[in-house]
C-alpha cells in the first residue's frame, strides 16, 4: 500500500545553489529519479546529474521542481484498483519495494539534522571519548528508539531508513562525523552492531564552506571545530591520526583518545619512561624526542607541522600543531 506522507517536512531549498543540485541531492528516491528522467533522457557520463538540470531551460526546470515539490508532499496517491495495462509507474513501484536502500548524500543530512534538532539535541561536543580509530572528528546522540522513529517518520528523505532502527531495543544512538580518509558520513550506532550508515559525502573545499553555511542549530557545534580548519588541514589531521595509531614512545599503561583544539591535535601515554617525585627523567624525555623526531621525518605530514612533547603528571603528551 503506497502512503500520504501527511507529516513529511519538506527539505529547503534555499540550502542549496540550484535547482539541479537540490534534485541532485534527492536522487535515492526511485520515483524522482523517475520523474527527472522524463526530462533529461539518457545523460553523458562525464555530465553530472545536478550540471544536466541546470542546462535546461528555465520553464523546464521550474516544471521538474513543480513536479518533484508535488511527489514530495504528497506522496503517491492512493486510487481505486483499475483493470488495465502494467505501466512504467506500476513497474517503478515494485521496484522501489524491491529494491535494497541506499546511501543518502549532502541533501538528506540536512533533513538528518533537522531530526536532531527536533530531537532535542540543539548543543552538543565532539565524543573524543568514544571516537571511532578511523574518524578524526565523531558526535554521538543517545536518544530513545520510540523517539527516533516517530521524528523519522516525519521526513520523506528519512522514512526509509526507520527500518534502521531497532524496535527489540529501548535506546538507540544516531551519529555524524568526519572520517580520517576525507568522508563525511552519518547514521545509526549500536554498540553491539557497530555503525549503520545512512549517508556519505566525499569532503572538499567546497562541502566544508557548505558546512559552515548550514543554519541548522544541531550543525554549530561541527562549523565551531571546521571554522578554522581548511580542507587541506583536515586531511593531514586525518593522516597524523591514522599514523600515530602505530607509534610506540615505549611501555606504557594505557593511552588517551585523541583530542582537537584549536588546530592541536594531543596524544597522551601514561607511565613512559623512568620517573621521580613526579618528574620524567631528563635522559628518558630527550631520546622520547629524538625517536619521535627521527619517525615523524619518514611520514608525508613530517613537514607541515610543529611538536610539543610535554611529561605532566605521568603522562606524557604529544601535541601535534599544523602550521
Keep these: 500500500m503506497i502512503l500520504r506522507y501527511k507529516e513529511f517536512i519538506k527539505e529547503n531549498l534555499s540550502d542549496f545553489n540550484s535547482i539541479g543540485e537540490w534534485i541532485d541531492s534527492l536522487m535515492d528516491d526511485d520515483y524522482i529519479r523517475n520523474i527527472v528522467a522524463r526530462y533529461t533522457g539518457d545523460i553523458e557520463p562525464h555530465i553530472h546529474l545536478s550540471n544536466a538540470i541546470n542546462l535546461l531551460d528555465k520553464r523546464t526546470q521550474l516544471e521538474i521542481k513543480s513536479q518533484v515539490e508535488r511527489y514530495?508532499?504528497?506522496?503517491?496517491?492512493?486510487?481505486?484498483?483499475?483493470?488495465?495495462?502494467?505501466?512504467?509507474?506500476?513497474?517503478?513501484?515494485?521496484?522501489?519495494?524491491?529494491?535494497?536502500?541506499?546511501?543518502?548524500?549532502?541533501?538528506?543530512?540536512?533533513?538528518?539534522?533537522?531530526?536532531?534538532?527536533?530531537?532535542?539535541?540543539?548543543?552538543?561536543?565532539?565524543?573524543?571519548?568514544?571516537?571511532?580509530?578511523?574518524?578524526?572528528?565523531?558526535?554521538?546522540?543517545?536518544?530513545?528508539?520510540?523517539?527516533?522513529?516517530?521524528?523519522?517518520?516525519?521526513?520523506?528523505?528519512?522514512?526509509?531508513?526507520?527500518?534502521?532502527?531497532?524496535?527489540?531495543?529501548?535506546?538507540?544512538?544516531?551519529?555524524?562525523?568526519?572520517?580520517?580518509?576525507?568522508?563525511?558520513?552519518?547514521?545509526?550506532?549500536?554498540?553491539?552492531?557497530?555503525?549503520?550508515?545512512?549517508?556519505?559525502?566525499?569532503?572538499?573545499?567546497?562541502?566544508?564552506?557548505?558546512?559552515?553555511?548550514?543554519?541548522?542549530?544541531?550543525?554549530?557545534?561541527?562549523?565551531?571545530?571546521?571554522?578554522?580548519?581548511?580542507?587541506?588541514?583536515?586531511?593531514?589531521?586525518?593522516?597524523?591520526?591514522?599514523?600515530?595509531n602505530t607509534f610506540n614512545p615505549g611501555y606504557h599503561e594505557k593511552k588517551s583518545y585523541p583530542v582537537i583544539r584549536d588546530g592541536v591535535i594531543s596524544f597522551g601515554y601514561y607511565g613512559v619512561g623512568k620517573w621521580d617525585n613526579g618528574k620524567l627523567d631528563g635522559g628518558e624525555l630527550m631520546n622520547i624526542k629524538n625517536n619521535f623526531n627521527t619517525w615523524v621525518i619518514s611520514k608525508k605530514w613530517g613537514t607541515k607541522i610543529l611538536v610539543s612533547i610535554k611529561p605532566e603528571s605521568f603522562w606524557l603528551w604529544i601535541n601535534i600543531k599544523l602550521k
Design 72 to 244: 514530495l508532499e504528497e506522496g503517491l496517491l492512493d486510487k481505486d484498483v483499475e483493470v488495465i495495462a502494467s505501466t512504467d509507474t506500476e513497474e517503478l513501484l515494485e521496484s522501489v519495494v524491491e529494491s535494497e536502500i541506499s546511501k543518502a548524500g549532502k541533501g538528506v543530512f540536512t533533513s538528518f539534522l533537522k531530526s536532531l534538532t527536533a530531537l532535542g539535541q540543539k548543543e552538543s561536543n565532539p565524543r573524543w571519548d568514544i571516537t571511532p580509530d578511523d574518524f578524526l572528528i565523531y558526535y554521538q546522540f543517545d536518544l530513545m528508539a520510540e523517539d527516533v522513529k516517530q521524528v523519522f517518520l516525519r521526513f520523506k528523505s528519512l522514512i526509509r531508513y526507520e527500518s534502521l532502527i531497532d524496535w527489540g531495543k529501548n535506546e538507540t544512538s544516531l551519529y555524524f562525523g568526519i572520517k580520517c580518509n576525507g568522508q563525511f558520513e552519518y547514521g545509526v550506532v549500536y554498540e553491539e552492531e557497530g555503525l549503520s550508515t545512512i549517508g556519505e559525502f566525499k569532503l572538499s573545499k567546497s562541502t566544508v564552506n557548505w558546512i559552515l553555511k548550514l543554519e541548522s542549530k544541531s550543525a554549530n557545534s561541527l562549523k565551531k571545530e571546521l571554522v578554522n580548519l581548511s580542507y587541506k588541514d583536515i586531511l593531514t589531521l586525518g593522516l597524523i591520526k591514522t599514523d600515530m
